[in-house]
């Protein structure tokens, strides 16, 4: 029993810990730690589903923004982006409003800039 009470708070640290470099703008450590985290994405609570899937879609989001218009990779950022913040969503409805008023604000307005992304949905909650 303990154990698995130490695991999930190295999960919930692990969110914190990309909720950090995000805050810090380090995109490309939020996303090595979000990346780590997603592959146990089951072991974390309803609202830090939601949590971790706001994160990894804004992330997705501002990491596309560095990119050169028009190339591949941007559009893979982009679609990632989408697929993670509809998911953000889904999960914050599933926990009963685990998204502040702000991120939900945020998630929708990121969501309307990416209305043009032409990959299929849900290509990218796979694990990668």
């Not at 130490?6 to 692990?14: E, K, L, P, R, V």
């Not at 990894?56 to 982006?81: H, K, V, Y």
């Not at 998204?99 to 299929?120: F, G, M, N």
Request: glycine share 6%; aromatic share 6%.
């Amino acid at each position: 029993m303990l154990a698995a009470a130490t695991g999930c708070a190295t999960y919930s640290q692990d969110l914190e810990r990309a909720r950090r470099h995000y805050q810090d703008l380090e995109f490309k450590k939020t996303l090595a730690v979000l990346r780590m985290l997603g592959e146990d994405i089951d072991a974390l609570s309803p609202a830090e589903r939601a949590q971790f899937a706001f994160l990894r879609g804004m992330t997705d989001l501002r990491l596309s923004d560095t990119l050169p218009a028009g190339g591949r990779l941007r559009s893979q950022f982009r679609a990632c982006a989408r697929d993670w913040l509809d998911e953000a969503l889904a999960f914050d409805r599933a926990a009963g409003a685990s998204l502040s008023p702000i991120q939900l604000a945020r998630t929708k307005s990121a969501l309307a800039q990416l209305v043009d992304v032409e990959a299929a949905q849900g290509g990218c909650l796979v694990a990668d």
